[in-house]
């Protein structure tokens, strides 16, 4: 009996792998640096990473064509969105060239950065041009004091701000802002930033502080719960709750009731996402991360420089996902806040 004639048909694609939780990867954070020219306390406080530390060498960190070829598997997995994050990703030379080659692989239906601002007003436009979509700016008060205090930056945030307006000018929408609420540091700048935001057609996401890493010198009672923040933003500017965007949204969304815009929450300790979280964090040095609280990841650059094809890193990327089963912050104790983790340097927020 002769063989059947071949189906010419393409074979429908694998299924995108599930974890144990049955979540899906659909967000990639993408660190191409661990470096930072900032020192925020709640990130790389510089009684830690001071002139003597020894950050990766430059050997160590996936070149971009490595970054490319990764992202296209975790895109044939099923990713829809590619954040570029580090460290601060402006700080690698040549970003642009890096978002050109990820603008254009196919299924990509988001692009964007997280940044520090600090280099924007030259940096936006190029950036745009490659093909970056959206942006996002950590800015944790408008008071030039406290931004300093917060940032251990020297650097005055007007420059922060002008940033901003060049990301607005090249069209790079919509244009969000994240700050960080540490009590005692900044939660008296929640107003006035909300204020800032409103007038400047800025989406504001504030962020309760994290016990990420082991460096922060994270305690309970510096948090500024969520219902507090809301608290008080409402009292100034009426809020009304809204939908997610998208199911695994991490902010907590709230519109003003006069119309003039969007603000929201991201509360990680008094209100955890884990459950719909769906990201994965390549580090600057090809490491996968499942969880932004993980104390270790699984290597992919060594695999990927010692000649593994494209089907082989994409098993080994699937195992790991498939073994997933992270919801720390659910799971959040006493108990779990000194456990080792990497630092949110390495993994991007």
């Known amino acids: 009996m002769s063989d059947p004639t071949p ?12 974890d144990l939780l049955g979540r899906n990867p659909r967000d990639l954070r993408i660190s ?3 470096r930072c020219n900032f020192r925020c306390a709640y990130c790389m406080p510089a009684e830690v990473f001071g002139r003597d530390y020894a950050f990766l060498p430059r050997s160590q960190i996936l070149r971009f064509e490595e970054i490319v070829r990764l992202a296209g598997i975790f895109v044939r997995l099923g990713v829809e969105k590619l954040r570029i994050t580090g460290g601060e990703p ?23 950065l997280t940044t520090n601002g600090s280099a924007l007003r030259t940096l936006a436009a190029p950036l745009a041009d490659a093909g970056l979509r959206r ?12 931004f300093r205090a917060m940032s251990g ?27 960080v609420v540490r009590r005692g540091s900044n939660e008296e700048s929640i107003i006035p930033m909300a204020r800032w935001a409103r007038d400047e057609d800025v989406i504001l996401r504030y962020i309760e502080f994290m016990d990420v890493g ?8 510096e948090v500024v719960p969520l219902a507090e923040i809301v608290a008080r933003v409402d009292g100034a500017f009426p809020l009304e709750a809204l939908p997610p965007n998208y199911p695994g949204e991490v902010a907590t969304r709230f519109r ?27 580090s600057a040095e090809g490491e996968l991360f499942t969880c932004l609280f993980a104390a270790r990841g699984t290597d992919l650059r060594g695999p990927l420089r010692d000649g593994a094809s494209d089907a082989e890193l994409e098993a080994l990327i699937r195992s790991v996902w498939g073994a997933r089963d992270d919801r720390y912050s659910d799971l959040r104790s006493a108990g779990t806040a000194n456990l080792p983790r990497v630092e949110m340097f390495a993994i991007g927020g």
């Open 7 to 18: 189906d010419p048909r393409p074979r429908p694609a694998e299924a995108p792998p599930r």
């Open 32 to 34: 191409v640096t661990d």
């Open 90 to 112: 402006t700080v690698r030379r040549d970003l642009p060239d890096l978002v050109r080659q990820l603008a254009v692989l196919d299924g990509v239906l988001d692009l964007t």
């Open 135 to 146: 942006i996002t700016v950590s800015l944790d008060s408008l008071d030039d004091a406290v």
């Open 153 to 179: 930056a020297d650097m005055p945030v007007a420059r922060v701000l002008e940033g901003i307006a060049a990301a607005r000018d090249a069209g790079l929408a919509p244009l969000k802002v994240n700050m």
């Open 214 to 221: 082991t460096a922060n010198g994270w305690r309970m009672d």
């Open 256 to 282: 003003y009731r006069d119309g003039t815009g969007e603000v929201g929450v991201i509360a990680s300790v008094t209100a955890p996402f884990c459950g719909a979280c769906t990201r994965a964090r390549l």
